[in-house]
């Protein structure tokens, strides 16, 4: 039983990991046609459905974390695909004035090359058992350069799409109503930002750790 159970997760972990792959190579893709057709104005749009699918899918990570299907501890998972979502759904689906912004780009480009590294990381292991020592490094050092940029584009649209929260009142709901209770999607939107400041220096110096973790081991093997 125990053998029939460890081969159904690692076959669900290897068709979720290369599905969530080729829905990042298609943003990537998508993206990258887009603006050598006509620039970054419209990469929003070209990428839009597959980005969605691929980043919402990713909720299931939590899931697993909860589960026990992969060692990633939540606390480490749940905030990062936390600020996605809401990137992804809160903002650019949201708030149809910032999808032109060259800061959609950086974003997009940053998180479809970190997620095509890391699924196609987790893919072989899960697939072969191994994973090439190149994708390795790559799997835990693009973040470097990626994670820097993918956060200040985080960052930069929630900062751009404030002033249309504040006008609209999207999301917001006011007193006085029956249930004596309110809520200002602008001001919320403020302390995410706030909680972004200790937040990405703690997520940072996380990955950190686990990027020497995992180049040491790879030396000794």
Known sequence: MAGFLSTLRRLYLTIYNWTLFFGWVQVFYFCI???????????YNAVERPLQFSQTAAVLEILHGLVGLVRSPVTATLPQIGSRLYVTWGILWSFPEVRNHILVTSLVVSWSITEIIRYA???????????????????????????????????????????YMKESGKYSYRMPNKWNFSFDYFYAAILVLAIYAPGSPHMYSYMLVQRSKALSKSKKE
């Open 33 to 43: 046609k887009q603006l050598k057709e006509s620039g970054h104005q419209q990469v």
């Open 121 to 163: 990381f987790y893919g072989m292991k899960e697939t072969f058992g191994f994973a090439p020592s190149l994708l390795l490094w790559l799997r835990y050092s693009t973040f470097l350069l990626l994670y820097v940029t993918g956060i200040s584009s985080e960052v930069g649209l929630i900062y751009l799409a404030l002033p």
